[in-house]
């Protein structure tokens, strides 16, 4: 795509104002320089131009003011726009010297207006523009049309389509340019959010790594925590909208992991939404994740959700050194209370089963109350 | 024991020289590709025990390689591994005839366990294939072929076991079954995994798109 893809193929290529080499300011030997012709040609045509009606007079003027000159600094928008004023105006009396009709100058005013306005712009002015153009060739035609000589009538709808096939493949292009722009600034915000993700998460949690590198255990929960968040925005599945059971299971899984450093191997089938009791379940499965990280002495834990048509079930195990269940003391709050109490309380049970393969806990709950 | 001949498709240089290290004396690493187009040629010429075999490569998933070699090597077995979720993927992989799938972060000895399985033709299922499976064969929708369609009681059992993180041994001395017994559910899971009906299961995997 170039750099400016709005801009009107030029007139007159690269034209400069040759002030060395021109008698006044360097404008007709400019254009002969850009056109390959001597400066003669373009002086004896604005010499001529001057005899109608002084168009070339404000017409060299504009120029002069428009233009740049070959060696300096190019005109300010100010100057140029003054200049491009004088040179329509020029324009317009030229076209009167000549016998032309207001009927044919006004439209051709606010056709060249127009371009002029919708040139290297987008956005309002754009369609400024190319309103303007629209509003000189329907004015050109409703005047035309309506005249009582059929021929001038053909002749004016002859120019208006030759006006349109003129200007419409630059429409066309136009909008095809824009479109692919449209796509392009889109995929470019794409790859900066995608940045930003890649900075605040991958490269901090690289950065970590390398200052924890001594712990490994550190670094496997970094790895852990890092995989977890980016899975979730690669894959935004039904689980990702936060309000059932098992992305509640995956969010406490990520908290026992950040806590206690031992990674939990997390496998769900189906989904529920949440409600009181299946908090319950939720709250009971964290405990039981903590107690196995904190306390088995595994180096993972799996827990396993599975939503049946009747029964919610949640299995923690882990391949710890296991525990004698009797020989906890009554005081100790976590399976009694937080785990059994609580499965309890909402009509569901908790099954813990220890032996030195491991420990299970199972929590069970059936869908309706 | 033998050592099985594996062949490495993976086009993470540093997993693959991970899995080698991993993997050690145990096995026989006969040759490693990073593409598809690398691999293919590779395991016709090497007809190695096993493959283990990236879900994803640069120039096609892994079930591109499978549909390319398996049909002149039927004796190649091949093992999907993965760090990525997208259901879609998997399936794509164990329909086109990979024996199991795990997941990267497995363990060395896991690995090593996994591998010797695949060379002796049983199913691997890690816990996630598991959860996944178990999804994938959830009822709801009228079974179209009931022998394809729909998982015994005792395979769920097995499943579900597995997807509790329990070992194919652990699961017969729960079940009051033998080993070869559990080995021989899990084939049959993967068997209907690969002939039931296909535009259900990508159906429910495109709405899914996770395991």
Known sequence: MSSDPYRLPLAFPRLRRSEDEGAVAGVCAGIGKSLGVDPTLPRLTFALLAFAGGAGIVAYAGAWLAVAAEQGPPPSSRRRLLGLVALAVAGAIALRGFGFSDSLIWPAALGGAGILLARGRSGAPLVAGLSLVAVGVFLFVDQNATASDPIAAFESSAAAIALLLVLGPWAWRLAAERD?????????????????????????????????????????????????????????????????????????????EELHGVPVELVRTGDVPLDERVEAIVLAAREAMANAAQHSGANEISTFVDVGEDELAVFVRDRGGGFDPGAVPPGARGIAESIRGRMNRVGGTAVLSSSAEGTEVELRLRRQP | ??????????????????????????????????????????????????????????????????????????????????????????????????????????????????????????????????????????????????????????????????????????????LHLSVKTVETHVSAVLRKLQLSNRHELTRWAAERRLI
């Open chain 1, 180 to 256: 692919a722009e449209r796509t392009g600034r889109i995929r470019q915000q794409e790859r900066a959010e995608m940045a930003a993700r890649v900075h605040d998460s991958v490269l901090q949690t690289l950065a970590l790594v390398q200052r924890e590198s001594g712990d490994p255990r550190r670094v496997a929960t970094l790895a852990r925590r890092q995989e977890r968040a980016l899975r979730a925005w690669l894959y935004p599945g039904p689980h990702a909208e936060g309000a059932g059971l098992a992305s509640a299971i995956e969010v406490a899984a990520a908290e026992v």
């Open chain 2, 1 to 174: 024991m033998s050592r099985s001949r594996v062949v490495l498709v993976d086009d993470h240089d540093l997993f693959r020289s991970g899995v080698r290290s991993e993997l050690g004396e145990a096995v026989e690493i006969v040759g490693e590709a990073a593409s598809v187009a690398a691999a293919v040629p590779l395991i016709r010429e090497l007809d190695p025990d096993v493959v283990l075999l990236d879900v994803h490569l640069p120039d096609g998933g892994g079930h591109a390689v499978i549909a390319q070699v398996a049909p002149e090597r039927p004796g190649v077995r091949f093992l999907a591994l993965s760090v990525s979720d997208a259901a879609e993927d998997v399936i794509d992989v164990i329909r086109a005839g990979a024996r199991g799938y795990v997941t990267k972060s497995i363990s060395g000895a896991d690995l090593l366990d996994a591998v010797r399985r695949t060379a002796d033709g049983d199913a691997v299922f890690s816990p996630r294939l598991a959860g996944f499976v178990l999804d994938a064969f959830r009822s709801g929708a009228p079974p179209i072929d009931p022998e394809l369609d729909v998982l015994t009681t005792r395979e769920r059992e097995v499943l579900q076991l597995i997807a509790r993180g329990y070992r194919y041994k652990e699961i017969a001395g729960r």
